[in-house]
């Protein structure tokens, strides 16, 4: 039997190592089994402690613990968090690296990297942060000043950034917290040479213009998805006076709710895709598949841990989570987060660019070798990775789902009983059921 439950929240963590001024600190949840292990018996199944893991990588920074100044070139990067909002804390991040570093916080190159890979990008990334009000941030003065003039530039700025206290990192294992390095309040930052990307700093300047408006317009001019969330989260567009920074993970999905919502219009006024359209892939040891279905827009999220995973640590069946939407889409935010959103647009890019409408379930297995949570940028790249690949076609819904779950571990009886959506379409007839479907040619999809 599959474990059925509401999305989780983030357990209550406490410090498991280090003093309150060392440089490398632990947090964990009470309730794992973390402190019983202490990464050398393997309690969780995984083949790697990601708690040590991690550990080890930072430690390679500690020669930062004494350092009060860094220099290096910013991706350009920063992050904006959501503790005591209103007020909240927002900064650079710089790598103690020169040269081209965009590649630190850039998503959308990360799927053909390893998980130690992408580790050692986001914790080289050392943050230094300062409070501002997210209704006027331009109060704290020179240093937010420097931080947009950061975010427009093109490519990796110079950044030389003094703090006013040695950096330090407290590990935290959480979905929802954006991984990064050593952190320090903020003295001063001075900015090199950098080229100001014209597209954005365009939308900085024109204050007439919706936030929302501009962050489509920046999706057109073929922006990356993760660029146009960097400078939504600062507060430069959007009209004069409504301009907000917005916390980094809120900000993630916020544009990927405003671009899919974009597309979808677009995509309801398009005829049908002409037969059913399986996609699978797998990648981090999460496994894709993405049914096309022809029908009017509709979609389904259904996501499965395995046991020993981040959000199934102490059950022994896999566990599902599932929302899903009709063809009006929703007027309030998805139980499962982000995920939901990352997903949509993926789904939403392709069914625009086929030309087509359909509707879609997307299953998502995750698997023991998911050693720690990689971030909402994880599911977006890795279904559009998916969608990227030849389908294969069916003439029924019947046979496109046995293909579908036989690409998944989880039998279907177990998926349907989880899913509002696949359980309506497995009970309802449909009029492809007595109209044959218009064949359009295969390079449409």
Known sequence: MISLAPFPGIDEGIRLQGRGDSFLQTRISQKSLCPICRGTKKLCGKPICPVTLQYYTFMRLERF?????????????????????????????????????????FPERWLDKSLEE??????????GSFRVDVKRPWDAGRNYDKLVDMILSYTPPEVEAS??????????????????????????????????????????????????????????????ISKIQRVFSAAVLGLKKLRRVVPTRWSITAVDDIVSLHLLEKVKRNPWIDSFLVYHHKVFD?????????????????????????????????????????????????????CYYSTRLAVAEKLHGMGRQGAAIVFREVHEGYLFPLGVWNVREGVRATLSKPPERFDTLEEALQYAVSKLTIPLRDWVQASSYLHELLRQRRITDYVPLTRYPDDQV
């Open 163 to 224: 703090f006013t206290k040695k950096p330090r990192k407290i590990i935290t294992v959480s979905e929802d917290i954006t991984l990064f390095g050593p952190t320090a309040p903020l003295k001063s930052m001075r900015i090199g040479s950098l080229k100001t990307d014209f597209k954005v700093e365009k939308y900085y300047y024109d204050t007439d213009i919706k936030a929302s408006e501009a962050v489509i317009e920046l999706y057109r001019e073929g922006v990356p």
């Open 286 to 338: 999460n496994i894709y598949v993405v049914l096309l279905i022809p029908s009017n827009w509709s979609y389904e999220w259904l996501e499965a841990w395995f046991p020993k995973t981040f959000w199934n640590r102490f059950s022994k069946e896999p566990v599902i989570y599932a929302d899903h939407e009709h063809y009006r889409g929703r007027t309030t935010y998805s139980d499962v987060g982000g």
């Open 118 to 127: 992408i580790l050692n990008f986001r914790s080289s990334l050392i943050h």
């Open 65 to 105: 613990q004494n350092v009060e100044n860094i220099y290096g070139n910013s991706p350009p990067s920063i992050f904006v968090g959501s503790y005591n909002y209103p007020k909240v804390n927002i900064g650079p991040m710089v790598p103690p690296v020169t040269g081209d570093t965009s590649i630190y916080d």
